[in-house]
């Protein structure tokens, strides 16, 4: 086991720190809501792909295996999901005080947005068939999603201490709208190879089905 660990480690950290829709959420959080009030996003983020790690382990990603259409709705719902989250990223004001109308995502939101961010679902799915890390499918499942929940907060603390970090250099206003709207795009950029997938599934089913 111990040599099988140490690379569902590495896989964890590289695509726990690596840019997605997380990280850029994260990123933009702690730019608008400082590290502190971040940090049940964090949470919710390392708690929500941990039990997303577990599902996919115990039987979820079978689901998928048998019901191919099912990745169909996922990606559709995802890509909705995640443009409504680049205009609300785009279209942010200046960073808030904590009395402001304006709130983080809360815990509960982070956790549940794992069930509609392609990059959790490719992490999941992967980290499941790649890595097997006790005889026992159901405890190989937990000792994976406990690997990257131990891995996955510090990695994505990054992100929004970075973004905490930032929040002195965009105080003009015409830089912050510069930022947010780079943050957007590069969350609709995330979405490229999810949107890619739909198209040729559009085109398929067209061929298929001319009249």
Known sequence: MPCTLLPALLFALVTSVTPGPNNTMLLSSGIHFGFRRTLP?????SCGFAIMVLAVGVGIGQLFKNVPVLYTVMDLLSVSYLLYLAWKIGTSGA???PDSTRRPMTWLQAALFQWVNPKAWMM?????TTFHLHADPRLSAMLLALAFGVVNFPSVGMWAAFGTALRQALTRPRILAIFNWSMAALLIASMLP???SLAHLARHTLSTNPG
């Open 95 to 97: 960073p808030t005080t």
């Open 124 to 128: 999941a799915l992967t980290g499941a």
């Open 194 to 196: 999810t949107l890619v």
């Open 41 to 45: 996003h964090m949470a919710g983020i």
